[in-house]
């Protein structure tokens, strides 16, 4: 099956006719590693799914970057404020590793909120990212960055691979340096 | 007009009847300052309209108290993930002030979201408060607690009003003596 019908029918069943109308409406692009698919600055016209690779969103706060979080395929994301209030986004969307991206308009998206599968879907996957930002926050109230590591670690192991020290340490809220002694600390207990 | 009604139609319009509906599935109730809406362990049977009053979010970490964040009436809350999961809560929900508060329950929830509006007001709702809560780990991703304190004194200075010293250290994440000297050179300089 289609890998975007797959992802949507993990949330909300969707009829034939229901699906015919979400293919006919996304296109699909191949980003590189490296690549921006948003910078601060510029609107956010587009609701994405993430087929392949890995992105991270970040802010440049007076010269440091500092990374939001990390959109891992397969999943839906964009920028929300910017992308359903035509305002300038305040983050930037890079891809971590080579991607692949379906896209949909707003005025497209607004079609396919006329279905209530879509709709249902909607709601459900908002929902979801809404948990995952209050589990980020949650954590970063209440714990160290050496907790928010070793967590991290012994969850998503793997994908600790995957992204680079320098950017890891960002989202930690660490100079690279620490997370390198963090990481020695950690591997020799 | 009605005050719950009021507020959904900020984000959605609603036709007489839908209203109707909506309205006899409804119930509000009064509820004391320092009384808990939900306790942590428990299950959130409930989503809630907050009509009157201030809540806070808050979890217990190693016997220490951290505030997740608060709810200003008017406003919808719940504890989402217990909501929708029927699994435990991990957060406690409090009232900070006297308050009215309606309620429905799950099942009539999901009666509503036959309905076209009120699903479009769940996802628009849902979103809104995505965006909050990304917006409150983005300050505590690249703000101090001295920067985090003069904001909330900018952008809402009546809040801060209402919310006791320990409460509000809490949320900052600093002790209650920290909050005080931040306090007392804020309002010197």
New interface residues.
């Given amino acids: 099956m289609n890998s975007l019908r797959k992802f949507i029918e993990r949330y909300q069943s969707l009829s034939n006719s229901d699906w015919k109308m979400i293919e006919h409406l996304f296109k699909s692009n191949s980003v590189n590693k490296n690549e921006f698919i948003l910078r601060e600055g510029k609107i956010c016209r587009k609701l994405y799914f993430l087929e392949k690779g890995l992105l991270r969103y970040f802010?440049d706060?007076d010269g440091m970057e500092?990374t939001?979080?990390f959109t891992i395929a397969p999943y839906f994301f964009t920028s929300?404020?910017s992308f359903?209030n035509k305002t300038p986004a305040?983050e930037n969307i890079q891809a971590i590793e080579d991607a692949i991206i379906w896209e949909i308009s707003y005025e497209d998206n607004n079609k396919l909120?006329e279905l209530?599968s879509w709709?249902?879907f909607?709601?459900k996957i908002?929902?979801e990212?809404?948990?995952f930002?209050?589990e980020?926050?949650?954590e970063?109230?209440?714990e160290t960055a050496t907790d928010r590591y070793i967590k991290m670690l012994n969850k998503q192991g793997d994908l600790i691979q995957r992204i680079p020290q320098k950017i890891l340490a960002s989202y930690l809220?660490i100079a690279p340096q620490s997370l390198s002694r963090i990481r020695r600390k950690q591997a020799r207990s």
């Fill in positions: 802010i706060k500092v939001k979080f929300q404020v359903n305040k909120l209530k709709n249902q909607a709601r908002t929902q990212v809404q948990f930002t209050e980020i926050l949650e970063l109230q209440s809220g």
